[in-house]
């Protein structure tokens, strides 16, 4: 981050170099209508990137010493968001974390997506029968989590290979994609025909 230097300003506290910033804010009181407040701000800029160069905001690494032995379980970068009290604090949505991929401007963008999931695995023991990419799990005691995923501010399309949710005919399916549920493995059927 180059010449690092910090500041207060009121309850935040403000780490900046000279290409970017991080902010943490200490309390804050009740917010003011249409207001967004964060609690932890990293601002970080690159100007151009050469040829098969890469760029991450924040980087998060979590590493256990394989010798170590029985821990419960590892992960690099764990969020929770509370709700407490008789009411609940907003009309919206509570969601642990979320994340967006914004692209503007006069360019022909590559792939992009909001998340990517790269599963690394070069190890030579055993294989456990529980591996994938995204792990759902159920805490609590009321267990009101009953949709896999819900798609919103989608409109469901007539015979049409272009948009995200189309109606279409029967279609034999050509294809399965393996899904597990508790120790029992599943297939969703799905076709590789467009509607």
Same mark, same amino acid.
């Not at 981050?1 to 200490?26: P, T, Y």
């Not at 394989?66 to 690099?76: I, N």
């Not at 819900?150 to 294809?175: E, K, Q």
């Given at each position: ?5 910090? /500041? ?43 040829? *098969? ?38 009309? *919206? ?6 994340? /967006? ?40 005691? /009321? ?13 469901? *399309? ?38």
């Amino acid at each position: 981050m180059g010449n690092l230097a910090w /500041e207060r300003k009121g309850d935040d506290i403000v780490f900046k170099g000279d290409k970017g910033s991080v902010k943490v804010m200490q309390t804050f009181g009740p917010l003011a209508a249409s207001i967004e407040k964060h609690a932890f701000d990293v601002n970080a800029f690159i100007g151009k990137m050469a040829a *098969g160069s890469g760029f991450v905001g924040a980087n998060f690494i979590a590493t256990a010493n394989v010798a170590a032995g029985s821990g419960a379980w590892l992960s690099g970068i764990f969020a929770k968001a509370y709700s407490v009290g008789a009411t609940a604090p907003v009309t *919206g949505y509570i969601s642990a974390a979320e994340f /967006e991929c914004s692209i503007s401007g006069l360019q022909n963008p590559p792939a992009h997506a909001c998340i990517v999931l790269n599963m690394v695995d070069a190890s030579t023991g055993s294989a456990s029968s529980q591996n994938a990419y995204i792990f759902l799990r159920q805490y609590g005691t /009321e267990a009101r989590a009953n949709n896999f995923l819900w798609i919103a501010d989608h409109s469901i *399309g007539t015979n049409s290979g272009s948009v995200l949710i189309s109606s279409t005919t029967a279609r034999t399916h050509s294809h399965s994609i393996k899904i597990l549920v508790g120790s029992t493995p599943y297939w969703i059927m799905v076709t590789s025909t467009s509607p």
